[in-house]
């Protein structure tokens, strides 16, 4: 079975340049982006609408896998140039990845 690669954050410049390192491997390649963006799939490269602090917006993502042989690559994050930690900002880091274990993840590999 070929590798499946989740990337979290996928409009995003991290995750844009794995997505660019691994587009012409041998694998699936599946970029998270919030439901309010937009991405082109290619050959290899599906996009998904969801939220990683909303479980419910993920399973699409996790569908059809084989846990073994799915890595997953989480990038998103929320960046704040202030001095102060917002509320979304102080909650956002636990809960996303326990979201992300919630959504049938718990045999991949993860790369956080």
């Not at 070929?2 to 390192?21: F, L």
């Not at 699409?60 to 929320?78: E, K, L, M, N, Y």
Request: glycine share 8%.
């Amino acid at each position: 079975m070929i590798p499946t690669y989740i990337i979290t954050g996928a409009n995003g410049h991290v995750a844009q340049t794995v997505i660019h390192k691994l587009k012409n491997t041998n694998s699936e390649i599946r970029g998270l982006i919030l439901p309010s963006e937009y991405n082109v799939d290619t050959d290899n490269v599906k996009y998904y609408k969801g939220d990683i602090t909303r479980p419910y917006t993920m399973q699409d993502i996790f569908s059809g896998i084989d846990g073994p042989s799915t890595v997953v690559i989480h990038a998103a994050g929320i960046i704040t140039i202030g001095d102060e930690i917002t509320t979304a900002l102080s909650m956002w880091s636990g809960p996303a990845t326990s979201s992300m274990r919630a959504g049938n993840m718990e045999s991949a590999d993860w790369c956080t």
